[in-house]
């Protein structure tokens, strides 16, 4: 078996299962693999040939009298595939219906729930034996109202969270995303990148891979090496403690699934630091959010806080302004045409005395107004060019 990785073996026992699975019994059929589930989910009209890939989740909702089959004749998902171990909830959302089971795994134990219960009413089961489950609903089952259950476990092995806390606060080229490389049989990380101030990074700082994954750490600078802070206690990475150059290579491949923290003992004080997240993302999917929020999102919310801020200064100086001009210039009373002239009025001195155009508030508004918008422009330019350190493109 020499130069096999878990992975290799993995596969290997796949295919043999699916062989033996094929030949043997029919309570756990090759279907399991696929989404055609012989023809069960041929007349379920809400089912679009796909299994929806829930592995990895805990928990599981499946929504029972959806809509579908020309009513609330529907399991919603049709299909699901899960790990082992998952817990489904069966969710009563329409009246008159139960779950019977038509096929499952022969070590399995799941009853289903053959009384007919209206909305509200909940079933739960843990679903621990691999294998394909197909159910029904006895009062609907010749209208369509069919649902699949996949139980297996995930090709990038089990769920693992990409929590660092705080060690790459200070590694400059880590914006806060984890790279997702599952299911490659080889990832490379380049040793010696720009970043920290010069050639002081791991590129990409943090990626996750599947269980059996060779990560083959590249030098592209001198000087640098690879000491271990942290991983899962029966990880078995030694590292490489060595001080390597420009074109030394060197390689591991990660069995255990968690997280490795590594860093390069010469430069750790600048930031060179890198983690490898080895198993499942959770919920799936591409690049993920790490331990820290990005470094983009910490500029733009800096960049809105200080919009905000001067949002709020304007509206506050403008109240102040028109307060201040209420009280200097204060409105005609409707009736003063009306009163009696006094002979104290007649000879009484205005307040203030304008020698220049009368106060105009809608053309003082709108000179506030101007000056605000040009302030927020010069936030906005500020943002791109100096936060980002990309100036606003120009077309033409």
């Not at 928990?59 to 082992?84: D, H, K, W």
């Not at 990380?189 to 994954?213: D, H, I, K, L, M």
């Not at 009373?333 to 508030?361: G, L, W």
């Amino acid at each position: 078996m020499s130069g096999q990785t878990r992975r290799d073996v993995l596969r290997g026992g796949a295919v043999a299962g699916a062989a033996a699975l094929g030949a043997g019994a029919a309570a756990t059929p090759a279907a399991a693999q696929s989404d055609d589930y012989d023809g069960w989910l041929s007349d379920v009209d809400n089912y679009d040939g796909t299994t929806e890939d829930l592995t990895g989740q805990d928990a599981v909702e499946i929504e029972v009298g959806a809509q579908g089959n020309g009513g609330t004749f529907a399991y919603a998902p049709p299909a699901v595939r899960v790990s082992p171990g998952t817990t489904v909830t069966f969710n009563w959302t329409s009246n008159t219906h139960n779950v019977l089971i038509e096929d499952q795994p022969s070590e399995s134990d799941w009853e289903g729930h053959s009384p007919i219960e209206n909305t509200g009413f909940t079933l739960e089961h843990t679903f621990e034996v691999e294998g394909v489950y197909k159910y029904y609903c006895e009062p609907h089952l010749s209208l369509g109202m069919k649902g699949v259950v996949v139980v297996e476990q995930s090709a990038d092995g089990p769920v693992v969270e990409a929590e660092y806390g705080d060690w790459f606060s200070d590694v400059d080229n880590f914006d806060g995303t984890t790279e997702n490389l599952t299911g490659q049989d080889t990832v490379e990380v380049e040793v010696g990148a720009q970043g920290n101030g010069g050639t002081f990074a791991y590129a990409p700082p943090a990626v996750r891979v599947s269980p059996g994954t060779t990560v083959t750490f590249n030098w592209t600078s001198n000087t640098h090496n690879v000491l271990i802070e942290d991983q899962p206690e029966d990880g078995g990475w030694e590292g490489h403690s060595p001080i390597e150059n420009t074109g030394f290579t060197y390689e591991h491949t990660f069995e255990t699934p968690g997280v490795y923290l590594y860093y390069c003992e010469p430069h750790l004080s600048l930031g060179m630091k890198g983690a490898i997240v080895v198993g499942g993302a959770p919920g799936g999917g591409g690049a993920e959010g790490g331990g820290e929020p990005s470094a983009g999102a910490i500029r733009l919310l800096q960049v809105t806080q200080g919009v905000l801020g001067v949002v709020f200064l304007a509206i506050l100086g403008l109240a102040a302004y028109v307060a201040v001009n209420r009280q200097q210039y204060p409105a005609a009373e409707p009736d003063i045409a009306e009163r009696e002239p006094t002979a104290e009025a007649a000879f009484e001195e205005p307040n203030v005395e304008i020698e220049h155009d009368d106060f105009d508030p809608v053309g003082t508004f709108t000179v506030i107004l101007g000056y605000f918008a040009i302030l927020v422009l010069m936030w906005v330019f500020m943002y791109f060019v100096e936060f980002l350190g990309n100036g606003p493109t120009v077309v033409g």
